[in-house]
């Protein structure tokens, strides 16, 4: 076996530098085993890193950390920057991961973020329990897809009396499902019935 001087290996009969140093007399420091710090780092010994600020003291310093966002709250990972979290399924990367991502999920960030059935389009989900809270006019019980009862249109802004027979012809569709009567029919009936405001006489 070969005694070397300086920093050649002696496994390799001299002919090689050691790990971690460089040049035709091997006298210069590298990292190349370390990634050469990952360009997040400085090279202080062979193979040796002083990490950058916020970048993780792994040995090749490729791993940025997230303590200024309270490392993602534990919903999500450092990305490949400092303070960038990429979050877990149902978690918002704009509040770092700490709350559930609305109106698509919905719940107790610390517990768990559901899926929200409801249509985006139209309402949203009660962050506490799930149910639909809609636009105004939107069905509940259809998750927000379809109109209420008295309502019509794109956007659920046209009253209709489709449930009253359309005032039975006798009248004005004034509200949701509700009639002003023409003169002489009668509002109780959806204005299908006529009216005697002279009570017939007493003979009808």
Known sequence: TCTCTGNYDADNDCRVCLPGYAGDACDTVTCA????????G???APNEC??????AAAADCSTAQCGAVDECHGHGACTTAPNVCTCDAGYD???????????AFWGDA???????LCDA????CDDATGACVCDAHFSAASLCTRCERGYAGDACDVATCADVAA?????????????????GWAVAANCGTPRCDGGCSGHG
Request: charged share 15%; proline share 2%; net charge negative.
């Open 110 to 116: 610390d517990v768990r973020c559901a899926a929200c």
């Open 167 to 183: 005032c039975s012809g006798h009248g004005t569709c004034t509200g949701a499902n509700t009639c002003t009567c023409d003169d």
């Open 50 to 55: 002083v990490c950058d600020a916020q970048w």
């Open 42 to 44: 400085t090279c202080v």
């Open 93 to 103: 990367v704009a509040t770092n991961c700490a709350t559930c991502d609305s109106p």
């Open 33 to 40: 085993d370390v990634s050469e710090c990952s360009g997040h």
């Open 121 to 124: 389009a139209h309402g949203r």
